[in-house]
């Protein structure tokens, strides 16, 4: 990948954003991968606080990358805002499945 095209790219999301994004993300897949561990019955209840951990990581990457697209909008950068937009539709889906599941396996777990 040139050098100009990383730039571009890399300027969807700011610096900020993207290590929360990574760190929000990371840290509840980590702790969800600890409870899938663990496979007893009493896992339910905290796979369901997993799936809402992993669910707000994914709402709050769809809400920055909507800001970065209108950003994007605003400065007149197409690309941008076409990849910003695209990326934040997958994690807003993302955010909407793990928040269902999540209510799913709450209701099991009470």
Do not use: H, P
């Not at 610096?15 to 496979?39: C, D, E, K, P």
């Not at 209840?45 to 605003?74: K, P």
């Amino acid at each position: 990948m040139s050098q100009n095209r990383g730039r571009r790219i890399r300027g969807v999301v700011s610096l900020g954003t993207g290590v929360a994004v990574v760190v929000a993300l990371g840290a509840s897949l980590l702790y969800f991968l600890w409870v899938a561990s663990i496979r007893n019955a009493d896992q339910i209840g905290q796979l369901s606080i997993g799936t809402l951990v992993v669910g707000i990581a994914c709402a709050f990457a769809a809400l920055m990358l909507a800001l970065s697209m209108i950003r994007a909008i605003r400065r007149a950068e197409d690309g941008r805002a076409l990849l910003a937009a695209l990326l934040g539709g997958g994690f807003a889906i993302a955010a909407a499945a793990a928040l269902a599941a999540s209510d799913v396996l709450g209701k099991l777990a009470g």
